[in-house]
């Protein structure tokens, strides 16, 4: 299995270089993982650089490499975004890792009418920090150039108001709805929006009055075929078919 860590800052890595890794990383990479000197590694910083090479330091406290090779991506021309509902148990959990995993771009934790889990008070913070720590392990594992941000918690609203931006496809996934997901245009006269945001309701589905706010913004709302689908699974599905239409798979 490939070995990869996440560093702050990749900025100035070089062919030859040496990158240094510290602190929890490197504490799991050498007591977790096993790896040792002489071994390849390779290292990113979630902002599209990566670094292969070659451990010549390895202790409890500090990992280092020499870069072999160092690769930088550039961002995707349009921007996944997961609008996902709270929801009970890891639901949404399972829902913001399986994203990650897929590509998505941004991840908004989102209050809605019919979410039973609330982030309220000291549960806010506590709660966004999860996210964050699930989207970073999960970069990890899919050894991703680009860790997605987690924004912060979001109204109904306030998900809305991103529907007035001229430039963003709003998708509301909503099983009555009478457009199919695979039949909506993602690109236009102008080219793809700059970003497509799906909107993952709770497991009460989303409220009638949200579904005619978002509406109204100018959100479409789409379903995913005949079945009706966990919010766990819903969203990260129909990202996979955007990926295709955007050509990012």
Known sequence: MA????????????????????????????TVSRVRVGESLALGDGRGTSVRGEVVEATDSRLALVAAEVTRVERPGTRLVLVQALAKGDRDELAVQAATELGVDEVVPWSAARSVSRWE??????????????????????IRPWAPVVAELSTTKQVAARAADATTLVLVLEPSAEQALSDVVVEGG????????VV??????????????????GAVPVRLGDAVLRTSTAGPAALAVLSVRLGRW
Do not use: M
């Open 200 to 217: 993952v309701g709770p497991e009460g589905g989303i409220s009638p009055s949200e579904l005619e706010l978002l509406a109204t913004a």
């Open 121 to 142: 008070g000291a549960k806010v913070a506590k709660g966004a920090a999860r996210w964050r720590s699930i989207t970073r392990e999960a970069t990890k594992q899919a």
């Open 3 to 30: 070995h990869f860590y996440l560093v702050d800052d990749l900025t100035d890595a070089s062919v030859g270089s040496a990158v240094v890794v510290e602190g929890q990383e490197a504490r799991h990479a050498v």
């Open 190 to 197: 102008g080219g793809a929006p700059s970003s497509v945001l």
